[in-house]
């Protein structure tokens, strides 16, 4: 069993849903194979993460803000403040994203995919995802020198192919520290960062299609947060999580937990734009 198959049935591995001789062969490889035995130990955190959602505790302070924001809307939009921010699923689907190609002996196709500006893409997010936690600035300029990052200023309404709804800021303390446009093969974007007192920084994107590719393969786990789905992926002792939010898609990554990014969307949610649906 070669590393491509191996990986293709971790999930299934861990949910002991294999004959026992497919999972003897998968375990026997796991054995002599470190780089698939931590993919499994990724997978192993995922799932105890999953197991251990609960219904965070929101601030006040934060349905203050949720309830303000939504005076004055249609009665249809309005929330029921007592509802929880974060329901858990009835069953957390363990799911990795798509792995890629079957085969890549030929050295042809090696070539055409080192071309591959949307393979380059994914190559390059997963480089900034590995060196957000530590090094964010050096992080946001990997993308920001490839993909043509222009500073927007958003007080004189950002003008451009793809308006930024970023807000001045976020729970926790954190305040928007700059928004930039990026031209990214996949689509035009906008990434904003946060910063608060304590040094932590967030990125916000903001973008028109769900991007799955910026995560490669590594582990997802699909879940509700704030009655949205939402995709979590496990990071270096962080989180990024993806949604649908109105007509866009939203990315955030370095949050510190599940009730975080829970915390995160309801935030969002109640400061986006009425014409954003």
């Given at each position: 069993?070669?590393?491509?198959?191996?990986?293709?049935?971790?999930?299934?591995?861990?949910?002991?849903?294999?004959?026992?001789?497919?999972?003897?062969?998968?375990?026997?490889?796991?054995?002599?194979?470190?780089?698939?035995?931590?993919?499994?130990?990724?997978?192993?955190?995922?799932?105890?993460?999953?197991?251990?959602?609960?219904?965070?505790?929101?601030?006040?302070?934060?349905?203050?803000?949720?309830?303000?924001?939504?005076?004055?809307?249609?009665?249809?939009?309005?929330?029921?403040?007592?509802?929880?921010?974060?329901?858990?699923?009835?069953?957390?689907?363990?799911?990795?994203?798509?792995?890629?190609?079957?085969?890549?002996?030929?050295?042809?196709?090696?070539?055409?995919?080192?071309?591959?500006?949307?393979?380059?893409?994914?190559?390059?997010?997963?480089?900034?995802?590995?060196?957000?936690?530590?090094?964010?600035?050096?992080?946001?300029?990997?993308?920001?020198?490839?993909?043509?990052?222009?500073?927007l200023n958003l007080q004189a309404g950002?003008?451009?192919?793809?308006?930024?709804?970023?807000?001045?800021?976020?729970?926790?303390?954190?305040?928007?520290?700059?928004?930039?446009?990026?031209?990214?093969?996949?689509?035009?974007?906008?990434?904003?960062?946060?910063?608060?007192?304590?040094?932590?920084?967030?990125?916000?994107?903001?973008?028109?299609?769900?991007?799955?590719?910026?995560?490669?393969?590594?582990?997802?786990?699909?879940?509700?947060?704030?009655?949205?789905?939402?995709?979590?992926?496990?990071?270096?002792?962080?989180?990024?999580?993806?949604?649908?939010?109105?007509?866009?898609?939203?990315?955030?990554?370095?949050?510190?937990?599940?009730?975080?990014?829970?915390?995160?969307?309801?935030?969002?949610?109640?400061?986006?734009?009425?014409?954003?649906?």
């Amino acid at each position: 069993m070669n590393c491509e198959s191996a990986r293709a049935q971790l999930s299934a591995y861990l949910d002991q849903e294999m004959e026992p001789d497919a999972a003897a062969d998968v375990r026997a490889h796991l054995a002599r194979c470190p780089s698939c035995a931590d993919r499994l130990a990724e997978f192993t955190e995922l799932s105890v993460l999953a197991s251990d959602i609960r219904d965070p505790k929101v601030p006040q302070q934060v349905w203050t803000a949720i309830e303000a924001s939504l005076a004055g809307r249609d009665q249809s939009s309005s929330i029921n403040s007592k509802k929880p921010l974060f329901r858990k699923p009835s069953k957390v689907a363990l799911a990795a994203t798509v792995l890629v190609g079957a085969s890549l002996a030929l050295a042809g196709y090696w070539t055409w995919r080192s071309l591959d500006p949307h393979v380059q893409m994914a190559q390059l997010f997963n480089q900034y995802l590995d060196e957000f936690r530590d090094h964010p600035q050096q992080a946001q300029e990997v993308l920001r020198g490839r993909y043509a990052g222009r500073l927007l200023n958003l007080q004189a309404g950002n003008a451009g192919p793809f308006v930024s709804n970023a807000p001045q800021e976020l729970p926790a303390g954190f305040a928007r520290v700059e928004t930039y446009a990026l031209d990214m093969p996949c689509c035009k974007c906008t990434q904003t960062i946060y910063r608060n007192s304590a040094g932590d920084t967030l990125a916000l994107f903001e973008h028109s299609d769900d991007q799955r590719a910026w995560f490669g393969d590594r582990p997802v786990i699909e879940a509700q947060c704030h009655g949205q789905r939402t995709s979590l992926v496990q990071l270096n002792k962080q989180l990024a999580a993806s949604w649908k939010s109105g007509r866009r898609n939203l990315t955030i990554i370095g949050a510190r937990d599940v009730e975080q990014v829970s915390e995160l969307i309801a935030y969002l949610d109640a400061h986006r734009p009425p014409d954003e649906g």
